[in-house]
């Protein structure tokens, strides 16, 4: 799971080619949001919540048949945003939940959404530091004791 980086993209399929990619979903809310309140976005100030609301149904929509639905409807409304949509859509099995599934059937189990965390670089080279921290001491105490 990763936010929308091509290159962390290009990254993950060469090392691991089978793999199927997640976008996160915050970080795609975030990207959305981030594009609506661009003057350029086409949306008006007072519209931009209602835009996010419809751009969130989308992503959280518990069936495909339900996105689709829910998308067919959003063609008549800015042209702009509606361009934003399609080609969102295109990479809708990276990002709807509904796709999100172990096998083709059943959704992933809520522990192991809830087990799914996003660590950054930082965090990483924090983490092998401790874990090479620790296997010294566990080398060091076998060999002593």
Not at 45 to 66: A, D, H, I, N, P
Not at 92 to 102: I, P
Request: aromatic content about 12%.
């Amino acid at each position: 799971m990763t936010d929308d980086c091509e290159a962390e993209g290009a990254a993950i399929r060469q090392v691991w080619s089978s793999a199927n990619r997640l976008l996160c979903t915050f970080h795609l809310g975030q990207a959305a949001w981030r594009w609506l309140r661009q003057t350029s976005s086409g949306v008006a100030e007072g519209k931009r919540q209602q835009r996010m609301k419809e751009f969130r149904s989308l992503v959280f929509s518990s069936t495909r048949e339900s996105l689709d639905r829910r998308y067919c409807d959003l063609k008549d409304l800015e042209q702009k945003f509606v361009e934003y949509l399609r080609k969102l859509m295109l990479r809708k099995e990276e990002w709807a939940h509904c796709f999100r599934t172990v096998g083709s059937k059943n959704p992933l189990p809520q522990t192991k959404k809830e087990r799914t965390r996003a660590y950054n670089v930082g965090h990483l080279i924090e983490f092998v530091g401790f874990l090479d921290r620790y296997y010294t001491r566990k080398f060091m105490d076998a060999a002593n004791g």
